[in-house]
Antibody, heavy 118, light 107 residues
Framework: LLVESGGGLAHPGGSLRLSCAAS????????MNWVRQSPGRGLEWVSSISQSSSTIYYAESVKGRFTISRDNAENSLWLQMNSLRDEDTAIYYC?????????????WGQGTLVTVSS | DIQMTQSPSSLSASVGDRVTITCRTS??????LNWYQQKVGKPPRILIYGTSSLQSGVPARFSGSGFGTDFTLTISSLQPEDFATYYCQQSYNTPFTFGPGTKVDIK
């Protein structure tokens, strides 16, 4: 189970910090992701972080503005969002990477809505 | 980045119909293609991973095929609970890009 929180209204240029609480699986064994969805941009992968936080990736659209982090002892994932823009308005989901020989996102949280507006 | 296209963008179908959705990628991704189903107000749910492997609990009326740049999701006999939006996603490399979606609604 993944539960996001921290969404809300932010002004352009402002900041928000999203949280994702994980339960029901061994959090430290899995890569984790943030994915967002907006009517204008569809589903967009935002960022991923490896099990030990040693490998982190960002979409070009958020690089330098967003920071992903995790705490395996707390079974928690975060997304620090700075310098927010109107186009960052979206539902933000956290999702676990599941591996076989391939990888896919499962499960997903219910999402938290971020609205950037003046 | 690998670009994804889906066709059609929407379709209307009746219960019992066979439905086919196509996904194309801008470069070859071997079999690294996943399909998700999303219902209104819910997060996406994995249906098929690795082009053709059915996720546990997903009905056998869903199937996937393809290789390289051309992929297909087929629903053999559409059921009322299948009316939703379907997305393909490539996991060949980062960033993991999604298709724009195909909305399946009731005729």
């Amino acid at each position: 189970l993944l539960v996001e929180s921290g969404g809300g209204l932010a002004h352009p240029g402002g900041s928000l910090r999203l949280s994702c609480a994980a339960s029901g699986f061994t959090f430290s064994n899995y890569e984790m992701n943030w994915v967002r969805q907006s009517p204008g941009r569809g589903l967009e992968w935002v960022s991923s972080i490896s099990q030990s936080s040693s490998t982190i990736y960002y979409a070009e659209s958020v690089k330098g503005r967003f920071t992903i982090s995790r705490d395996n002892a707390e079974n928690s994932l975060w997304l620090q969002m700075n310098s927010l823009r109107d186009e960052d308005t979206a539902i933000y989901y956290c999702a676990r990477t599941t591996y076989n020989w391939n990888s896919w996102l499962d499960p997903w949280g219910q999402g938290t809505l971020v609205t950037v507006s003046s | 980045d690998i670009q994804m296209t889906q066709s059609p963008s929407s379709l209307s179908a009746s219960v019992g119909d066979r439905v086919t959705i196509t996904c194309r990628t801008s470069q070859s991704i071997s079999k690294y293609l996943n399909w998700y189903q999303q219902k209104v107000g819910k997060p996406p749910r994995i249906l098929i991973y690795g082009t053709s492997s059915l996720q546990s609990g997903v009905p056998a009326r869903f199937s996937g095929s393809g290789f390289g740049t051309d992929f297909t999701l087929t629903i053999s006999s559409l059921q009322p609970e299948d009316f939703a939006t379907y997305y393909c996603q490539q996991s060949y490399n980062t960033p993991f890009t999604f298709g724009p979606g195909t909305k399946v609604d009731i005729k």
